[in-house]
């Protein structure tokens, strides 16, 4: 029933932006957390940046400073703003949806940066 879509992602030169969002559809409770992961080939999936509830931002190490994640309660959506790309965040870009009692997953977009 509840469903994650994530848009935004597509082709973008080093040092370039892109934006992406998370939409969620269908019935869902309330959302503890909201998160981005991302996976290249051959590789396990890791974590981008959560935010929680209360607005409190996580990013990893290798997208600090670059990346800005937001969300908007009202429309259950989240997003991630990814500033001065490099060719090293090319992947597939999974959303992730926490509540109580549930984990929700997209399906994922690709994000490809070229040098």
């Known amino acids: 029933q509840v469903q994650l879509v994530e848009s935004g992602g597509g082709l973008v030169q080093a040092g370039g932006s892109r934006g992406l969002s998370c939409a969620a559809s269908g019935r869902i409770s309330s959302i503890n957390t909201m998160g981005w992961y991302r996976q290249a080939p051959g590789k396990q999936r890791e974590l981008v940046a959560t935010i929680s509830w209360g607005d409190s931002t996580n990013y990893a190490d290798s997208v600090k400073g670059r990346f800005s994640i937001s969300r908007d309660n009202n429309k259950n959506t989240m997003y991630l703003q990814m500033n001065s790309l490099k060719a090293e965040d090319t992947a597939v870009y999974y959303c992730?949806?926490?509540?109580?009692?549930?984990?929700?997953w997209g399906r994922g977009t690709q994000v490809t940066v070229s040098s």
């Open positions: 992730k949806f926490v509540t109580v009692s549930s984990v929700y």
